[in-house]
């Protein structure tokens, strides 16, 4: 903890400051655009970005890691609040703040248990159809808005009500949103080092100003309240705890592994190290401090922390800097945003949805693995016209279910069977063309436990059917069989038992540490034969 202190460096201050006022740039009109998108006044996500970092960046390990408003947390909060409150009601924003307070507190159990390595609860592939789902649920929900359509209910709803309204389209309003949709795009594209959203909200509000938007039918966002918000504890109703609790869990994973995989990448790029706890802490008294003035969840933002690294970031003072610039728009420029079209703000956020979808992420998956691009595919298509919260649980679902198939059916690979010898082991081991008869080599990819240890038990069963020869001899190549369970060990014992009514020997070689523990003390030695290497135990005969 407090990182800040013990990574401040004067002769670093400059560029912390100069990477701050970089990110502030970045950070207005994408928290203007996340406030839109949970359902809040727009002052909303301004408010995110001003005491949440600052506790961040006292508090958290991470040197680097920039906070705030972010676009899938913003998703989750507007589904989780709306299922107890209208939009725009006072239960609403109440609703939002005892989530922002529930998500802090489940952050800070998930630091003082140690949960960091949840995670890795969401694999890269179905976290890439997560984040393209929330992409395609803001591109069609905030489309209606940049064509000046009137347009509400779900996702596919708002899509079929677009496409049929197009004869309603405001010119003015398209243009407006549609240009700095390209704008933004392009800019990213050719200029990634400068702010261009921030450019296009106010090159498009000059244009909006000098064509008279107001007088031709397009909304303006309007002066924001000036100066910094109060501190206010969220209204706390009983009945609405337990059904926010599953909104509040889907946050904080999300959370947890988006901010994790932003600091362990720049901790890696820049020869530092991370304390996945420490960071924890962090994130809950920054969630704590948005909940409290009026904010709402926030999460460790990815083109955040990269402007700032790009701007020459180095410590926490990153954050600080952000959120005094923010402050002082606040205070010295709230009056600004009257001059700002809603399809403007709109335009960032359906440009922000664009980035969103992975398209270049979901084909490399579909190149190197055809089934997890399929559970990618998944997520997406929940997420988008499902719900966002929905589509994490299937996310955790999805991805726990590929690793448990995996370890249900893992790789392996026969060594030695019907007095073939595979060409690897050849070149591995000297190995005799005399007595392989009878000797089956066989090796299996993963620990042994309950959940493949039937399958490890029928493979060998099958082996031994299809040689021509009865099976008496069988090594297991244990190199990869990290661990056994009990499962496991009732499946050998069982194996070794079989093999020795015929005369027979089951031998266990490589066996790891940990394996060979278990080996001796159930008692399971005094029934196999443990051989340490696998050249020694290939020359094992039965008697």
């Not at 991370?274 to 704590?288: F, R, S, T």
Request: charged residues 15%; neutral net charge; hydrophobic residues 55%.
């Amino acid at each position: 903890m407090f990182t800040l202190l013990r990574t401040f460096r004067v002769r670093t201050l400059r560029s912390d400051v100069l990477a701050g006022l970089t990110v502030a740039a970045i950070a207005i009109p994408e928290s203007l655009g996340y406030a839109s998108i949970a359902g809040l006044p727009v002052e909303a996500g301004l408010y995110c970005a001003l005491l949440p970092p600052i506790v961040f960046a006292l508090v958290a390990f991470s040197r680097q890691l920039v906070v705030g408003a972010d676009s899938a947390t913003a998703a989750l909060v507007a589904a989780g609040a709306g299922a107890v409150a209208a939009v725009g009601t006072a239960p609403y924003g109440g609703a939002v703040g005892v989530l922002g307070l529930l998500v802090a507190a489940l952050l800070a159990v998930m630091a003082v248990a140690r949960l960091g390595f949840l995670a890795n609860l969401i694999s890269q592939p179905v976290l890439a159809g997560f984040l393209s789902g929330v992409g395609v649920s803001l591109i069609l929900g905030k489309a209606p808005g940049v064509l000046g359509i009137e347009a509400t209910g779900t996702t596919w709803d708002t899509a079929v009500t677009t496409v049929t309204s197009l004869g309603d389209v405001k010119p003015a309003s398209a243009a407006l949103g549609l240009g700095v949709v390209a704008v933004v795009l392009l800019g990213e594209r050719v200029l990634p080092r400068v702010p261009v959203a921030l450019a296009a909200v106010v090159l498009f509000s000059v244009v909006g100003v000098v064509i008279g938007a107001a007088g031709r039918g397009v909304a303006m966002i309007g002066a924001l309240p000036r100066g910094l918000p109060s501190v206010a504890v969220p209204t706390l109703v009983p009945g609405e705890i337990p059904r926010l609790a599953g909104a509040a869990a889907s946050i904080a994973i999300v959370v947890l592994a988006q901010s994790a995989a932003v600091a362990r990448s720049f901790a890696t790029k820049n020869g530092y190290r991370v304390d996945e706890g420490a960071d924890l802490v962090g994130l809950a008294g920054a969630n704590a401090a948005s909940a409290l003035t009026g904010g709402f969840a926030i999460n460790g933002s990815p083109p955040r922390t990269a402007a700032g690294d790009g701007a020459g970031s180095r410590s926490q003072a990153v954050n600080i800097a952000m959120a005094l610039v923010i402050a002082l728009l606040l205070v010295f420029g709230s009056g600004l945003f009257a001059y700002v079209p809603s399809p403007v703000l709109d335009g960032v956020v359906l440009a922000i949805g664009v980035g969103l979808v992975k398209v270049a992420e979901l084909r490399a998956v579909r190149a190197a693995r055809r089934a997890e691009s399929y559970t990618a595919v998944l997520a997406l298509v929940v997420v988008a016209f499902v719900g966002v919260e929905q589509g994490v649980l299937l996310a955790v679902i999805v991805s726990l279910a590929d690793r448990l198939r995996r370890q249900y059916r893992p790789w392996d690979e026969v060594l030695v069977h019907d007095g073939v010898v595979a060409p690897r082991l050849r070149d591995r081991v000297r190995v005799s063309d005399e007595g392989l008869d009878g000797l089956l080599v066989y090796r299996f990819g993963a620990p042994l436990f309950f959940e493949n240890a039937v399958h490890f038990e029928d493979r060998i069963a099958q082996l031994r059917a299809e040689a021509t020869t009865p099976v008496r001899r069988v090594v297991v190549d244990a190199a990869a069989m990290a661990d056994i369970d009990f499962t496991g060990i009732g499946v050998l014992r069982r194996l070794a038992s079989d093999l020795a009514k015929d005369g027979g020997r089951l031998v266990l070689t490589e066996l790891a540490p940990a394996a060979a523990d278990t080996v001796v003390r159930t008692g399971l030695a005094d029934v196999v034969l443990v051989v340490p290497r696998l050249e020694h135990a290939v020359q094992v005969r039965v008697p």
